[in-house]
């Protein structure tokens, strides 16, 4: 009888414990968002008693795009792969004046990144929350493709960067973000980032700048559950 009062007791927890054991279950995700990135702009300066040069690099807002995956492991945790690219156009210009001598140049450059990172997204409300907030970071790699682009002006006989050049660099990123439920399985996000690189800009200058880029990111987009 006693058995019997065990099994009937289970029997009726069950279906109470399976949508909390379902809230923990690892879900996967993927989705894609497109929006505007901004590059760090600088500008540097040396001055000695007989010569005085200057370099400065002025970038455009430009589009950007990503696309992701990932997993959301626990109620508060999520694991994600992302993909992003970004282009943007910026105006190199450097001036060098020497005793007898000066030269300067200004020219237009498209550039264009790739990167791959894995991502902790670390969200203030549990997961079956409509809306969750959520922090990120993040670390992987960029591929930076610099190339000129026509209507440069140069005078005299500067150090003129490459015409095209390609750069790997390790990226650190930090993003905050939005997630809201719009249907049992479909999500909009928005996410605001930054991603940290080597200054492959300042790199090319006469005089050469080497401060940390920086890649700011503001995304819109969706996701699906599945």
Request: net charge positive.
């Amino acid at each position: 009888m006693k058995i019997r009062l065990i099994v009937l007791a289970l029997a009726c927890l069950r279906p109470s414990m399976l949508p909390a054991q379902r809230a923990t279950e690892a879900m996967v995700y993927f989705g894609g968002m497109g929006g505007i990135a901004t590059l760090s702009g600088d500008a540097n300066a040396v001055i000695t008693l007989t010569s005085a040069s200057t370099s400065s690099y002025d970038p455009s807002n430009g589009g950007a795009a990503s696309a992701f995956i990932g997993v959301h492991v626990f109620n508060y945790i999520s694991l994600q792969a992302d993909y992003v690219w970004n282009r943007n156009h910026v105006v190199l210009v450097s001036s060098i004046n020497e005793p007898g001598a000066s030269s300067f140049y200004r020219l237009p450059e498209s550039v264009t990144q790739n990167g791959f990172l894995g991502n902790v997204l670390i969200y203030f409300r549990k997961r079956g929350s409509r809306i969750r907030p959520y922090l990120s970071e993040g670390v992987g790699a960029v591929l930076i493709h610099n190339q000129l682009s026509s209507g440069g002006i140069v005078s005299g006989s500067p150090a003129l960067p490459p015409a095209s050049s390609d750069h790997a660099s390790v990226a650190l990123r930090t993003s905050v973000g939005l997630d809201v439920r719009l249907c049992s399985s479909w999500y909009f996000r928005y996410s605001f980032g930054e991603t940290i690189t080597r200054n492959t800009f300042g790199d090319q200058l006469s005089p050469p700048e080497h401060r940390i880029a920086k890649n700011f990111q503001s995304l819109f987009g969706i996701y699906f559950k599945l």
